[in-house]
């Protein structure tokens, strides 16, 4: 019989035993307000007393998905209804102290007054999990800003010369210099920073993401002044044209720590919408978009496959260096398996996996194996020879041939080599279409490694809104 959360007023089922260890089980004790408890061989947490970075999902030792999620060893439950409201509380106190300072500001401000200048002072946390530990990642703390007010009186004005450019130093008399009216009627405009031909395809995309759009759950403090048109901008000029976020927070007048907060928000979120989204074409549509090339030759191709990389910052962690180093790309990259329909549609994505992995271990990892039919034909380069492990559910792994000791292949043999390679370059092109995307050309910030899987699927997708780049009546 499944065991009820031993936190007081939890009703849902616990899946995570007490640990072994003395000092990390009295932490728990002590963070569920039970530290007389004594657990039991089946007392159990549940999923919703801890936080994403808890859990442990890519191995440190070989770049791989585990297929089920652990905590971390020294993860320690921290979601509660009482720390919940601990943080309500807290920010009702930022907001009363607002408050004080607006009233105290109203006693001295004239008509033509200076606005008090704001220093922000960040603070940053050490985060743990997957890459993030390895790369020793400092993510900005917002619940820690600090906020220093100067008043400045005509005197002081006279007397000290400004400098507009000084660091740290934010006005509400700067306007952004970038905004979603500025795409309104330039189709060019919109594909140069998106990627996409035009406005109205950038409404179509958004839309997708709309309701839950307008609601979000920011990863670390609501975004105020910017629309959900503008913040969706950010993420997809990030994603095109790769702007360091200080550029970024320039153009629209906000903080880096905001452009951050938003780039991350944005990725968790889009990934978690549209990997819900079955893009598997069933058999029938498959063949009905299926160009003529395709149809005189290898009818039974379900999807094209071929393995791509994406260079990241090297890792400080030499485990993750070694796990990570691609010995093709001779740099520490993400390697990613990708597939599409012989119609041009990215119908499949995987995981990040370290650059050190082998074509082989990403199809032994992947779910292709359950969601081809049998009789299917899967489309790929040389380095797939992994045809004994499709055998089973019959399906044809379709290769370019091997030489096997002999000098030449027959004659025969190569002009069916020349038309594979013709009906493969369908992918390659898909794969060049995706690197567009100038995010995934340079080597990925530290910052940014933990959502770089989320980073490429969501750069995957976006290609898919693009006009269609095979020609269904091209012939071989």
């Known amino acids: 019989m ?6 007081p007023q939890c009703k849902e ?22 530290p007389n408890f004594k657990p039991e061989n089946n007392s159990r947490l549940c999923r919703l007393h801890f936080l994403e970075t808890d859990y442990q999902n890519i191995s440190n030792y070989t770049g791989t998905v585990h297929l089920h999620r652990y905590l971390k060893k020294t993860a320690v439950p921290s979601v509660f209804p009482w720390t ?16 004080a300072r607006n009233s ?34 400092s993510i900005p703390n917002i619940a820690n ?24 130093v934010q006005t509400s008399a700067i306007l952004k210099i970038f905004s979603t009216e500025l795409l309104l009627t330039d189709d060019e405009a919109v594909m140069f920073y998106t990627g ?25 403090s609501k975004v105020i002044g910017l629309s959900v048109e503008e913040q969706f901008l950010i993420l997809l000029i990030k994603l095109r044209r790769n702007k360091p976020d200080f550029e970024l927070a320039k153009m629209f007048n906000v903080s880096k720590t905001v452009v951050s907060n938003i780039i991350v928000t944005w990725v968790n979120f889009i990934y978690d919408v549209w990997s819900m989204i079955d893009i598997w074409p069933q058999r029938d549509l498959v063949d009905y978009h299926m160009p003529q090339i395709f149809k005189n030759e ?65 199809i032994e990892r992947s779910s292709l194996i359950k969601i081809c039919d049998e009789g299917d034909s899967i489309m790929a380069d040389r380095g797939f020879n ?35 390679a013709s009906q493969r370059v369908h992918i390659e092109r898909l794969i060049g279409l995706t690197k567009t995307y100038k995010i995934l050309q340079t080597p990925i910030i530290s910052f940014y490694v933990p959502i770089a899987s989320k980073i490429f699927f969501i750069c995957m997708m976006l290609c898919n809104f693009r006009e269609k780049i095979v020609n269904k009546n091209k012939k071989a």
């Open 298 to 362: 290898s009818s039974k191709t379900r999807v094209i496959i071929d393995a791509t990389e994406v260079p990241i910052a090297k890792p400080s962690n030499p485990i993750s260096q070694k796990a990570t180093y691609s010995a093709y790309k001779n740099t520490n990259t993400l390697k990613f398996l990708i597939g599409s329909t012989p119609g041009g549609l990215l119908v499949y994505c995987s995981d990040g996996y370290g650059g050190a992995t082998s074509d082989r271990q990403m």
């Open 104 to 137: 105290r500001k109203s006693l001295f401000q004239q008509t033509d007054t200076v606005q008090p200048f704001k220093f922000e002072v960040l603070r940053h946390s050490e985060n743990s999990g997957n890459l993030t530990q390895e790369y020793d990642i």
């Open 145 to 168: 800003e600090v906020y220093i007010e100067t008043e400045v009186t005509e005197e002081s004005i006279r007397e000290t010369p400004i400098q507009q450019a000084t660091v740290g």
């Open 196 to 220: 996409l031909e035009s406005y109205s395809k950038f409404q179509l995309v958004l839309s997708t993401l709309l309701p839950m759009a307008n609601n979000l759950n920011y990863r670390w």
């Open 386 to 420: 992994v045809q004994d492990l499709f055998a089973s559910k019959n399906i044809t792994i379709n290769i370019p041939t091997f030489l096997k000791g002999r000098s030449q292949l027959p004659g025969v043999v190569l002009k069916r080599d020349q038309r594979l």
């Open 84 to 99: 919940t409201k601990s943080l309500s509380e807290a920010a009702k106190c930022r907001e009363e102290r607002l408050l």
């Open 13 to 34: 089922i616990g899946a995570h035993q007490f640990p072994a260890g003395v000092e990390i089980r009295k932490k728990w004790l002590k963070a569920i307000r039970r």
């Open 2 to 7: 499944p065991k009820i959360c031993e936190v």
